[in-house]
């Protein structure tokens, strides 16, 4: 009930991630949270190598666990359940945490709850702006995954409404910033760039926007082809790269389809609040666009401040005590079910 304390941990990426919260009466209250990541390890080879990012969250853990203690004020080991992300992810980097989360559970006799890693990137935003309506509209924006969830509970009932057909946002972000010499992760360099460029400068494609093909899925690896095609053709025409206008124009193509297909599924399901969460939800372009669009529409808009969009273990613990003011509880030290599976 409230005032239990949820430990989370996240290690299904390059990032490992231990987060402290509180259940309140009404709601969930970050306490603090550490972050280890092994991000700069994977630039050379312009995307996360699974070998690397298993060894770098071993290494990582036992310390980023207890950072994260210090930082709350909470003395180690005080706590009333853990999550863990549990998946999706890389099984090699998912199993430490999975590891790491069964031992402090054993050991600490409390209960462990196996959480779905984008049910966690939602709870995020509980973190910041408090309790979901029963019923939102979540779009799920990272290097992995490209979703429009309907999320009933965060404790169980999330159903996928669409997805990409290919590319994930993020990764589309990651594969144009490679190929312009950008480095990795691609989002935040391409972000900043396009800050200055016009994003009208280039009609690159927007995939599966025209008449049968317009549902709520998503495609972005044409587009990523277009920008490839056309800075090929500007090195053969032996032009100089408008890095900033390549930069702006491929953000617009990805941010308006984002954008208008979620106000449409929005507005077509009779959801009223939407919720944009995962790493691309960082994003200056999207956030303003969809701030635009959302109040053209009658929506309400909701998005975590930056540093609860990217991967944390905060995310995860906000899970986690949705699951415990739902009053499901394991018995120490197993790992239960996968609250906040997709159904
Ligand atoms: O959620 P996340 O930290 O990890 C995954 O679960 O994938 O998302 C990482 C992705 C990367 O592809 C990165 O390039 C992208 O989020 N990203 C951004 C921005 N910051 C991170 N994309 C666009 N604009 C940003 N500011
Ligand atoms: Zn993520």
């Known amino acids: 009930g409230p005032g239990a304390v949820i430990l989370g941990l996240e290690s299904s990426c390059d990032e490992t991630g231990a987060g402290l919260v509180r259940l309140t009466e009404d709601g969930v209250e970050l306490l603090g949270q550490e972050l280890a990541s092994s991000q700069d390890e994977h630039a050379r080879f312009g995307g996360v190598v699974p070998e690397i990012a298993s060894r770098a969250h071993l290494e990582a853990m036992t310390a980023t666990v207890h950072g994260a203690f210090t930082k709350a004020g909470v003395p180690f080991g005080a706590v009333d359940a853990i999550a863990v992300t549990s998946g999706p992810g890389l099984a090699g980097a998912l199993l430490v945490g999975v590891a790491a989360a069964k031992a402090y559970a054993a050991a600490w006799g409390v209960p462990l709850f196996g959480v779905n890693h984008l049910a966690g990137h939602v709870a995020a935003d509980t ?3 408090g309790p979901l309506p029963s019923d939102t ?84 690896s044409g587009l990523k082809t ?52 995962g790493g691309v939800a960082a994003n200056g372009r999207l956030r303003a666009l969809a701030a635009e669009r959302c109040e053209a529409a009658g929506l309400t808009l909701r998005i975590p401040r930056p540093g609860l969009c990217t991967d944390n273990g905060a995310m995860i613990a906000a899970v986690g005590a949705h699951v415990v003011r739902a009053g499901a509880f394991p018995s120490s030290g197993t790992l239960s079910g996968n609250p906040g599976m997709l159904v």
């Open 127 to 129: 973190l910041e702006h």
């Open 137 to 220: 509209l979540a779009l799920l924006v990272s290097g992995g995954h490209t979703q429009l969830l309907h999320v009933q509970s965060l404790a169980g009932q999330i159903t996928e409404v669409g997805t990409t057909i290919d590319d994930a946002a993020g990764e589309a972000y990651d594969k144009v910033a490679r190929l312009l010499g950008l480095g990795y992760p691609g989002g935040p360099v391409i972000d900043k760039l396009a800050a200055t460029g016009d994003p009208k400068a280039i009609a690159f494609p927007r995939g599966l926007t025209g008449g049968r093909d317009n549902g709520y899925n998503f495609s972005f």
């Open 226 to 277: 277009a920008v490839a095609r056309w800075v090929e053709q500007a090195e053969r025409d032996g032009r100089e790269l408008p890095i900033n206008d390549i930069c702006a124009s491929f953000q617009e193509a990805v941010v308006d389809v984002l954008t208008a297909k979620m106000v449409r599924a929005a507005t077509d399901l009779k959801l009223s609040t939407v919720v944009i969460a």
